[in-house]
């Protein structure tokens, strides 16, 4: 009598490994697009409350000759980026409409970022002046161009508010 697996022993193991490691991909596949999400959540919202900070405390950068108009959130949408940006930025009086301190910031090409309703820029206004918003509330939704079910969203109010 031999000791050793049948081939039908191991073709059934092969069988159940190979359907364990299908279904397991899959779902840290889908783990790892959500958590896309939310990193580029995290940051939206550091930069938001950044901008913000800057616009309360009446920070003025370099070059910023006049008076502190206030610090903008935009999203970029162009066609032909190979990805979605947004920019923060400072505005001043004099020089004006020139965008000084400005930060760029590249998502990626797999998330959708758009603001409802479509407000933009969001200007931060100093010294406890809120935004520019004629809405009560913006809010920024960040999706996943392809997984359904993965996004998120970003709410600013007219008062400055951040949730």
Known sequence: ?????????????????SLLLSVGYAQYRDFANRQEVQVARRQIDADLRHAQADALAGRKPAGCNGTLEGYAFEIIVAVGFPSPEYETYALC?????????????????I?????????NPIIFRPFTYGTNLDVNLVSISIAHTMV???STSISVYRNGEIR
Request: no cysteine; hydrophobic share 50%.
């Open 111 to 119: 998330l959708d970022l758009s603001p409802v309703p479509s407000v």
């Open 148 to 150: 359904a079910g993965a």
């Open 1 to 17: 009598m031999s000791q050793g697996y049948t081939i039908i022993e191991l073709v059934i193991v092969v069988v159940i490994s």
């Open 93 to 109: 009086s004099d020089p004006a409409g020139v965008k000084l301190d400005v930060k760029t910031v590249s998502v990626l090409s």
